[in-house]
Structure formats: structure tokens, C-alpha cells
């Protein structure tokens, strides 16, 4: 159980174009999915938490109009990365979750999505 | 400034010796995760601490959380070459919500 997918797994997109990221938990009901951005060797930086039917709450420093979040169902939040340029080139990973006892709530990875603007 | 920092960043070791993990912070945790990541894949969870003073166990590796919750250690034992990986750390601060903040990150090969 908990398993969570992500779509497409490696993009390569020329400079200026939009690139769309999907991600779905399968098999249960996430409330709320997190974005991350790893660079090579690096550890997970959020990016911005999504709730179902709510906007995006971006970290500091996470331009919101360039990273497009929309999590419309319980099972599916989408990441655009709009004009995309050559330093957006990263692991991007997320993660879905859903509010039980708070101690214990847990988020469950995707396996990540490898983009690479030329 | 990272909220919680990693040490040692990098390791490489022999195969059947023991090693730890650090993971520390100035915050308090609600809750804190450990995490393996393998290149190309996302995070793997191997534990979850929620008291101050936890120790948990799983098989080689075994988890302290602090008793004031603001640090973790992961150890060890007899290390294996599928041991190898990136080791994450997570909490969630107290009052944070549900957001997870990782650690630096510890590189571990282990060699034959």
C-alpha cells in the first residue's frame, strides 16, 4: 500500500518551453502533496505543499508563477514548470499524504522525475 | 541556514565495520524520519521517532532520537554494500504542521 507514481520518470525539453509533472498516489486518498527539487548529491528542498482544491503554499525564495501547482483531486497534483531554462534542471520528487494521528502522519515518495532543459 | 545538519557529509568504509549518522538541530521535532535514497529513485522510509529518548531497531541499523528532540543518530552495524546510499533525515518542527524539512544529507559507500 501507499505507493506513489510519478509521470513522466525523465524529460528533456529545449529552453523557453513548459514541462508538466504528474503525480498520483494509487492506492489511497492524499489530502495534501508536497514538491521537492534535489540537485545532484544534494538533500530535498521543498518547494511548495499542495492541498486538494486550495492553492499552493510556496517555501520562501519558489516563484509560484514559474512552478504552476495544481492539485485537483485526491489523487493527482501536477507541477508545470513554465519557460523552462537550463537551471531548472533537477530531480524533482513528490510525496503524497494523508492527516491521521498527527504524531504518525507520513508521506510517501514518488520516485522522482529527472528534468533536463537544453 | 539549514535547519538540521548531517555529519558526516561523506563516508566510505569497508565492508563488516560499524558507522553512525548524525543528524542535529537547534529546533525541537514533533516527529522525526529517516530516509535511504538510492541515485535515480525517490526517498525509502526506514523509521519514524516520535519521543524524546526513542531508540528503535531495524535488524543492522539502529535509531536514537534525542531526549529533547532535537537530534537523531542512525548506527550501523557490520556494514553491508547494500547499505550504500544517500541518508536523509527528516522532522517536523513543533508547530510546523505536516512539513517535512530534510537534513544535509550523508553519503555512505561501503566497500567490499
Known amino acids: 500500500g501507499a505507493v506513489v507514481s510519478q509521470h513522466p520518470s525523465w524529460v528533456i525539453c529545449k529552453s523557453g518551453t513548459s514541462v508538466k509533472i504528474e503525480c498520483r498516489s494509487l492506492d489511497f486518498q492524499a489530502t495534501t502533496m508536497f514538491w521537492y527539487r534535489q540537485f545532484p548529491k544534494q538533500s530535498l528542498m521543498l518547494m511548495a505543499t499542495s492541498n486538494e482544491g486550495s492553492k499552493a503554499t510556496y517555501e520562501q525564495g519558489v516563484e509560484k508563477d514559474k512552478f504552476l501547482i495544481n492539485h485537483a483531486s485526491l489523487t493527482l497534483s501536477t507541477l508545470t514548470v513554465t519557460s523552462a531554462h537550463p537551471e531548472d534542471s533537477s530531480f524533482y520528487i513528490c510525496s503524497a499524504g494523508n492527516q491521521g494521528l498527527a504524531l504518525s502522519y507520513e508521506q510517501y515518495f514518488g520516485p522522482g522525475t529527472r528534468l533536463t532543459v537544453t | 541556514t539549514q535547519l538540521l545538519e548531517q555529519s558526516p557529509q561523506f563516508l566510505s568504509i569497508q565492508e563488516g565495520e560499524n558507522l553512525t549518522v548524525y543528524c542535529n538541530s537547534s529546533?525541537?521535532?514533533?516527529?522525526l524520519q529517516w530516509y535511504r535514497q538510492e541515485p535515480g529513485e525517490g526517498p525509502v522510509l526506514l523509521v519514524t521517532v516520535v519521543t524524546g529518548g526513542e531508540v528503535k531497531k531495524l535488524k543492522r541499523l539502529t535509531f536514537q532520537f534525542g531526549d529533547a528532540r532535537k537530534d537523531s543518530s542512525l548506527h550501523i552495524t557490520a556494514a553491508q554494500p547494500g547499505d550504500t546510499g544517500l541518508y536523509l533525515c527528516a522532522g517536523r518542527v513543533t508547530g510546523g504542521g505536516n512539513k517535512l524539512t530534510f537534513g544535509t544529507g550523508t553519503q555512505l559507500k561501503v566497500e567490499l
Open positions: 529546533s525541537v521535532f514533533s516527529s
